[in-house]
């Protein structure tokens, strides 16, 4: 299977235009520079994941590619358009769906109006097909539509993120940390609807991870960050065999 | 008793009103955490656009009272939203993301500004304003000859403040626009990510909130006969108060908070003194930050982090 990944690689990776291009991009806070001149990119069809220590600025990427904050220096270029000056609702509405780190749930709507604050950039119409879809992938989401978010177990908001994101069917959906504080279960279910949108939608997802050897294996490519630049790049499987990502990244598991 | 149904009416009609001020309080401290303390003065505003529309609505001799007031309503109302729009586009949107106090201090030179304003172009003396809807139902009589009557005038403050407010709850709790406003009080940057104007969502609220408080400016014109430019910061803070009582950034706490201040304050006034019926609002307006900071319906913070 993971041949067979490396192999798709190999031919997206060769043929034109990616769908997203990072190309030296800084982001600062104040005068922090989270952000140190970063390349990158995603192409069409791909899962790819970014790993890397705590405070690396895996984060700070995923904003920055939608524009908050904004990237100082350098261009992000989706879909061949310059996007680094777009403003952030303009940006996902090109496509771009991202479920943030630490959620951000709307905590006084119902599960249900999450899901249609998804749909806002969605294409008129789509709301109940999609809105099947999502119930069909998180089928607790269902039984939980009119309670109100704040309410949702840690696993469940998390689900409720994914499918918010999934609601406006975008081309490029970024997933920061999924599976943060989950249960084991609950991550491998997580990691397996990722893995089914991208086969069967043809989603592309560019996905940050903790849990390196998950998304290592899962992804197509990844990149590992360390204090805001990149410093490794390879198919996921070359870099679940490379020495430095076992020691720092992979030790004492699996 | 007969005086007693009197108050209660009277009451209902000012408290009325002050809920349909106090909305624009509530929804612009939700979506921003500020007070914008120029919101009376959007509302004196609207009271001075309704007197010269009546005007000149009957110089054009459109004098049939429902299309008279239809017009007069809908003139206000786009006036002050333009008036509530620009507002918050010159004095509280370039201060955004500095100190906490700075949209504050802004705010009140704004609203020191167009009182300033409204007294430089119309004049420091109060405008009369003829009655515009006359007669009502007498709906007690007591022995000694004391009338209780519900005027048609306050049959239609009541109704129309209904309708509006019924209409704006649905607007906020229905609909993808009202979704998205409720989402900018939670989350800014989440609904950013989802696609929402977000500048676009607070400026939307400044001119809902304004096109409400002219509805206010035009029926207290047409209740009390005279305004004048001053009137913006009493009922103001009364508008204010009752937001506070009923729950900052609380819908329903804010009609609920101005019904309560216009009985708390007729009653008042007809009870104990009517010299202090304002000095009631202001012991309100203390006791409660005192001991229900949060209000009647204040927001529970139930949310997992
Ligand atoms: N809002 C902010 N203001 C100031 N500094 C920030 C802000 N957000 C992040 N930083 C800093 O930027 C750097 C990168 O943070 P970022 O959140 O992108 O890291 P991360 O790789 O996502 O880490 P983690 O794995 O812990 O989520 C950190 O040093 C962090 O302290
Ligand atoms: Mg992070």
Redesign the interface.
């Known amino acids: 299977m993971t041949a067979v990944k490396t192999g798709t690689t190999a031919n997206t990776g060769s043929t034109g235009e990616p769908m997203l291009r990072i190309e030296g991009v800084h982001t600062f806070y104040g005068s922090i520079e989270a952000l140190k001149g970063v390349d990158m990119q995603v192409q069409a069809g791909e899962i790819v994941t970014l790993i890397g220590a705590n405070g690396a600025g895996k984060s700070t990427l995923l904003m920055t590619i939608?524009g908050?904050p904004r990237a100082k220096f350098g261009r992000v270029v989706f879909e061949g358009e310059d996007i680094t000056q777009v403003?952030?609702?303009e940006i996902?509405?090109r496509g771009i769906?991202?479920s943030?780190e630490g959620r951000?749930i709307?905590?006084?709507?119902t599960v249900l109006?999450n899901l249609?604050?998804?749909s806002?950039?969605a294409q008129p119409g789509s709301f109940d097909r999609e809105l099947e879809r999502v119930y069909t992938l998180f089928p607790r989401l269902k039984e939980r539509q009119a309670q109100?978010g704040?309410?949702?177990s840690?696993g469940e908001?998390q689900m409720l993120a994914i499918g918010?994101a999934l609601m406006?069917q975008p081309r490029l959906l970024l997933l920061d940390e999924p599976s943060l504080g989950l249960a084991p279960l609950i991550v491998k279910q997580i990691f397996k609807v990722i893995e089914d949108i991208n086969r069967e939608q043809g989603m592309t997802v560019f996905l940050v991870e903790q849990n390196a050897f998950h998304a290592l294996k899962l992804a197509h490519r990844g990149y590992v960050m360390v204090n805001g630049n990149i410093t490794l790049q390879g198919t996921g499987r070359e870099l679940l065999a490379n020495e430095e990502v076992r020691t720092a990244y992979l030790e004492g598991g699996h | 008793m007969e005086y007693f149904v009197q108050q209660l009416i009277n009451g209902l009609t000012l408290g009325a009103i002050y809920g349909l001020i106090a909305i624009g309080y509530t929804m612009v401290y939700g979506i921003i955490g500020m007070i914008n303390f120029a919101h009376g003065e959007i509302y004196m505003i609207g009271a001075f656009i309704a007197v010269i529309s009546f005007i000149v609505l009957g110089a054009a001799g459109i004098t049939w009272v429902p299309v008279m007031l239809m017009l007069v309503l809908i003139i206000s109302m786009v006036f002050t939203s333009i008036y509530g729009w620009t507002i918050e586009r010159l004095a509280y949107r370039p201060l955004r993301g500095s100190f906490r106090l700075a949209p504050l201090i802004s705010a009140i030179g704004m609203s020191i500004f167009l009182q300033n304003y409204v007294q430089l172009v119309q004049g420091a003396r109060v405008k009369p304003m003829p009655p515009v809807i006359q007669g009502g139902f007498v709906i007690m009589e007591r022995a000694d000859g004391f009338v209780v009557s519900l005027s048609y005038l306050q049959i239609l403050i009541i109704v129309l403040t209904t309708v509006l407010m019924v209409g704006f709850t649905g607007l906020i709790t229905r609909t993808?626009l009202g979704?998205?406003q409720?989402?900018c009080e939670?989350?800014k940057?989440?609904?950013?990510?989802?696609?929402?104007?977000?500048d676009r969502t607070i400026s939307l609220t400044f001119v809902l909130g304004a096109a409400l408080a002219a509805v206010a400016g035009v029926m207290v014109t047409m209740y009390y006969g005279v305004i004048d430019f001053f009137i913006g910061f009493l009922a103001g803070v009364k508008a204010f108060t009752a937001a506070v009582l009923g729950g900052i950034g609380s819908l329903p706490g804010a009609m609920l908070g101005g019904l309560l201040i216009g009985l708390i304050e007729a009653f008042w006034s007809a009870y104990f003194s009517i010299e202090y019926k304002d000095v009631a609002t202001f012991a309100i307006l203390v006791l409660v930050l005192i001991f229900r900071p949060t209000g009647l319906l204040g927001?529970p913070e139930?949310?997992?982090v």
């Open positions: 939608c908050n403003p952030t609702f996902v509405r769906a991202q943030p951000r709307f905590g006084r709507m109006e249609q604050m998804g806002i950039t109100r704040g309410t949702l840690g908001q918010r406006s | 993808e979704r998205a409720r989402a939670q989350d940057t989440m609904a950013g990510l989802l696609g929402v104007n977000v927001k139930i949310e997992k």
